[in-house]
């Protein structure tokens, strides 16, 4: 998060900066909180206050008489804020590269797929993430086929995203089956509002053609409720997934989705053999806020990608692989 806004920082000047400065620095770099608090003032027609800024570098001094000057917040600098961060979002999550989601990737798909028979069973990924990372990575590999809710259906401007994928998948024989739900969208991801259908494109801003093309995203929010698709496809295959599963493998996710974390919940009370996995440096710390049965969750306190000795993460995700499946396997 902290690179990410030392980027954006780069990109805007003027009072844009100076109002994101000033909310920065009430919430820490939290972008979440962020872009929470700028929804809640552009929503406000009356928006129009002035904060006092002073200069750097300039002892305290009485308020009448210290050095600074007035910013004047307006429904429309809001705005402006607003779209930068959602501009830098796009470039931040635009560029892949391959080999480096070949050598992350690739070792945890090994240690799960050695695990759970193919013939019988495919992997469900649930990605709050904004990159095409898990498409590159199977882009080129016969090994593997990847089901990401596009129809295929003849060239780039006839192939969209049908929640009827899902519906309709099966296995591929001799394949390792992926099936991808991004949660909150793609940078890749556009609406066409005339035929409202969503195509890939480029990852490119919508803002300069808002009228015709929309990005299909769930901007950062503490509060994310979806409601419309492909947003309610995923979260919904999330939750009935969830309701039949016997791990589900968390990495790096900080669960303030609280759509997403509710729907867990009730899986959890659902479904007394799901036992969740939470592969993160700080995962005894979100065990203890997720107020989840302590019982059905356990750490897995490793950095995704980092493997250090013989106590790694991917040690510890095959310990947990074999102790919570019992699938057969072919000869």
Same mark, same amino acid.
């Given at each position: ?13 003027? $009072? ?13 770099? $939290? ?48 705005? &402006? ?27 945890? #798909?090994?240690?799960? #797929? ?16 904004? $990159? ?77 053609? &808002? ?92 950095? #995704?990608? &980092? ?21 057969? #396997?072919?000869?």
């Amino acid at each position: 998060m902290a690179d990410f806004v030392s980027k954006l920082m780069k990109q805007v000047h003027g $009072d844009n900066r100076q109002l994101l400065e000033i909310l920065l620095k009430a919430r820490k770099p $939290d972008l979440e909180v962020v872009m929470e608090e700028l929804e809640t003032l552009s929503k406000l027609d009356y928006t129009r206050t002035s904060v006092f800024i002073p200069y750097p570098d300039q002892k305290p001094q009485p308020m009448s008489g210290q050095p600074g000057q007035l910013l004047e917040i307006t429904t429309g600098l809001v705005g &402006e804020v607003q779209s930068n961060i959602k501009h830098q979002i796009i470039r931040e999550y635009r560029d892949i590269d391959e080999n480096s989601v070949t050598e992350c990737y690739g070792p945890i #798909f090994d240690a799960i #797929f050695e695990s759970v028979s193919r013939e019988k069973y495919c992997l469900p990924i649930f990605t709050t993430n904004y $990159d095409s990372a898990i498409e590159v990575f199977c882009a080129d590999k016969e090994d593997y086929a990847l089901t990401d809710g596009f129809t295929g259906a003849g060239g780039f401007r006839r192939d969209h995203w049908s929640g009827n994928t899902f519906a309709s998948f099966a296995l591929k024989p001799k394949k390792r089956n992926i099936v991808l739900f991004k949660m909150h969208g793609s940078v890749d991801w556009m609406l066409e509002t005339q035929s409202d259908r969503i195509g890939r494109s480029f990852p490119m801003y919508d803002a300069l053609e &808002e009228g015709r093309y929309k990005n299909v995203l769930i901007y950062p929010a503490m509060n994310k409720v979806a409601t419309n698709d492909p947003y309610f496809t995923a979260y919904n295959y999330y939750a009935r997934c969830a309701d039949q599963a016997k791990l589900c493998l968390t990495i790096g996710y900080s669960f303030r989705d609280y759509d997403a974390l509710s729907r867990l919940r009730g899986s959890m009370l659902l479904n007394n053999a799901l036992k969740l996995a939470l592969l993160s440096p700080d995962a005894n710390k979100l065990l203890e806020n997720l107020q989840l049965p302590q019982k059905q969750v356990e750490p897995l306190p490793f950095r #995704f990608g &980092e493997p250090k000795g013989s106590n790694d993460y991917l040690s510890a995700i095959r310990l947990t692989l074999s102790d919570q499946l019992s699938y057969d #396997f072919p000869p």
